[in-house]
């Protein structure tokens, strides 16, 4: 599979233009550097926008980014919180196992269905992470957007499971 594959299981053109902008911001090398991103270029999904970065060192990732709206479905923000706390009885280790993948392997995730049903609400969607290189040309840094309904009527006692959302995973390659 290829970007192309991504692009096309994307429902939404706001994701399309996310993809987009990390697709040029990277040009040739397999992922984009932090600094290369034109927040100008994703302005229709920074609201919806967050990231979560690697350190191996010490196994651990710490929030970087959180838009208003993600930081609205989860209830608080994260930047500077590290991600095994913060994801505490929410499915954290799927999240953070998935979180690896796409920086060790260099590939997107397209997340469709129940996207919030770790935080506690019942919101569909779908979301889009990439992998990021901040400190050298290697992924570290996990860049995603995610858009999101509430069901309704919005039910705050579910209990959903891994099953109520599906997760591809897409090789980058042009």
């Not at 040009?27 to 979560?52: E, H």
């Not at 994260?78 to 392997?105: C, P, S, T, V």
């Amino acid at each position: 599979m290829a970007l192309s594959d991504l692009v096309a299981r994307l429902k939404d053109p706001r994701l399309e233009e996310f993809v987009a902008c990390w697709d040029a911001a990277r040009g040739t090398a397999p992922v984009p550097r932090w600094r290369d991103i034109d927040p100008t270029c994703m302005k229709r999904v920074l609201a919806n926008i967050w990231a979560w970065q690697y350190e191996a060192e010490t196994d651990t990732w710490t929030g970087k980014l959180a838009g208003e709206e993600i930081i609205f479905v989860l209830g608080r923000g994260f930047r500077g919180a590290k991600a095994h706390e913060y994801f505490e009885g929410r499915q954290r280790d799927l999240i953070l196992a998935r979180h690896r993948r796409i920086i060790q392997d260099n590939v997107a995730m397209v997340n469709t269905g129940r996207v919030f049903w770790h935080a506690g609400s019942f919101a569909i969607g779908q979301r889009v992470a990439l992998p990021v290189a901040t400190r050298s040309e290697a992924a570290d840094t996990v860049l995603g957007v995610t858009f999101y309904r509430f069901a309704s009527p919005v039910t705050h006692e579910i209990r959903a499971d891994a099953a109520d959302e599906e997760a591809e995973f897409i090789t980058l390659e042009k």
